[in-house]
């Protein structure tokens, strides 16, 4: 019963986030909410302390003050509207300046914990029922590594798999982020949506990465790594392995339904030669369980002359086999991490691959952060200096396929990498430079 002078009068002492969140009580309350003088207010504050501003209208530019032409003939809420945008267009621009910081090792961006720290980004799952309904999945457990962060769920209140039709996952920030304090969990906030995965039919429609005794693991690209319960065919946790490249920009710069597309590359001009299809590329790779690191290496001056282009690929070996002086290690036996809130464990012959391809610029040119499972293959070790299995590790998506070759010597206990070869898929080139290959 109260009058809307009064309340006016009351709601014009809130802040933003606040005003934002007693909009959503009733009706009334939120047109007014909406009020423009209040909000006109907020956004000339953030502008100067005289409460003057620059309006755009038709390419010219008009000085206006409060109380006037601003408030009139505007629809409720377009201040609303204006402020929001202001605050998350500077919020976007002091992330991004982050980011253009790189990391000369491995030419990604050196700040990223920094940048998620000042943009309070977190990572939810939504899982969506063939009903419709949502549940959404917070506090996840981070691990970071060199090149990418390892993002895991897990819970006691999991719907049922066989219900299941779709998995989003989506960055979260606040929607006015203050830096003066920590984000508010039930304040507003924008989803940017990173990548969605279809869950039906999960167990024949996806790659089998591994299984110990309580749990298998199964793999949907891109990056995307869900344990399944053996007794109840239940979901037991998700995990999420974000490569650092694009990381941010996914995670922010995306709307709720659209994810954030990069802008296409701008070659350099006369960069292709005569003679190479590609040259002078450099390769940082990153073996992990999530927990504990397998290999972190890196490679240069990688190349590949256009004789070596077949069936669509173009072919950059890393690792020779017939060249020992080159053969890499494995430290630790090879396995991915899980846990929930009562059992962990570990699933042997697997691992979480982060691969850094960087062209002759330094520009990152094809980045991942995936699962891999490794099979025992038929051929027997053909190599004098090693008797013992051999393994393989493939992947592949768009953009190409790496394909690894272990040989596990019994004596050591211990893996040698004894060939890694990247077969770069000619479209992606092509769509890089503007060639034709």
């Not at 003088?37 to 209208?57: A, C, E, Q």
């Not at 920030?173 to 924008?190: A, H, V």
């Not at 017939?322 to 991490?337: A, E, Q, S, V």
Request: charged content about 25%.
């Amino acid at each position: 019963s109260m009058p809307s002078e009064i309340l006016l009068k009351i709601l014009s002492y809130l802040d933003a986030v606040s005003l934002l969140a007693i909009g959503c009580v009733n009706k009334r309350f939120c047109e007014l909410a909406n009020d423009n003088g209040i909000w006109l207010k907020l956004y000339s504050n953030s502008l100067n302390p005289k409460w003057t501003f620059r309006v755009m209208k038709s390419k010219q530019t008009e000085t206006v003050s409060l109380g006037c032409a601003a408030l009139r003939d505007k629809k409720p809420g377009y201040w609303k509207k204006e402020y929001i945008f202001k605050q998350t267009s500077a919020f976007k621009t002091r992330v991004m300046r982050l980011v253009k910081f790189l990391d000369p090792y491995t030419g990604l961006p050196c700040k990223n914990k920094e940048a998620m720290k000042v943009s309070g980004l977190s990572w939810i799952i939504v899982l969506k029922d063939k009903n419709g309904k949502e549940h959404v999945v917070e506090k996840p457990n981070l691990s970071f590594k060199d090149t990418s962060v390892t993002v895991l769920w897990y819970g006691t209140d999991w719907p049922c798999l066989d219900i299941l039709s779709t998995l989003k996952l989506f960055g979260v920030t606040p929607l006015l982020p203050d830096q003066s304090r920590p984000p508010n969990k039930n304040g507003p906030r924008r989803f940017s949506l990173i990548a969605a995965y279809h869950l039906a039919n999960l167990t024949e429609n996806s790659v089998a990465v591994g299984a110990d005794e309580l749990v298998q693991l199964f793999s949907l690209s891109p990056g995307l790594l869900v344990g399944i319960w053996k007794e109840k065919n239940e979901i037991a946790f998700v995990m999420a392995n974000l490569h650092y490249n694009q990381l941010l920009e996914r995670s922010i710069l995306g709307s709720a339904t659209v994810q954030y597309v990069p802008p296409p590359n701008k070659p350099l001009l006369d960069d292709i030669d005569s003679e190479y299809g590609l040259h002078d590329y450099s390769l940082h790779l990153d073996l992990h369980g999530r927990n504990c690191m397998y290999l972190c290496g890196s490679f240069k001056c990688l190349f590949c002359r256009k004789r070596d282009i077949e069936n669509g690929y173009l072919r950059l070996r890393v690792v020779n086999l017939k060249d020992n002086r080159k053969h890499l290690p494995i430290i630790g036996t090879l396995g991915i991490c899980w846990e929930t809130d009562v059992f962990k464990g570990n699933v042997k012959d697997c691992f979480v691959m982060d691969l850094t391809l960087l062209d002759e610029t330094g520009k990152p040119f094809w980045c991942f952060s995936a699962p891999v499972h490794m099979e025992l293959s038929t051929k027997s070790s053909g190599l004098y200096d090693y008797m013992g299995h051999i393994y393989t590790a493939d992947y592949a998506d768009s953009e190409g396929k790496v394909c690894v070759e272990f040989v596990w010597l019994e004596e050591t206990k211990e893996y040698i990498i004894v060939s890694l070869v990247l077969y770069v898929s000619t479209k992606k080139v092509n769509s890089w430079y503007g060639t034709n290959y």
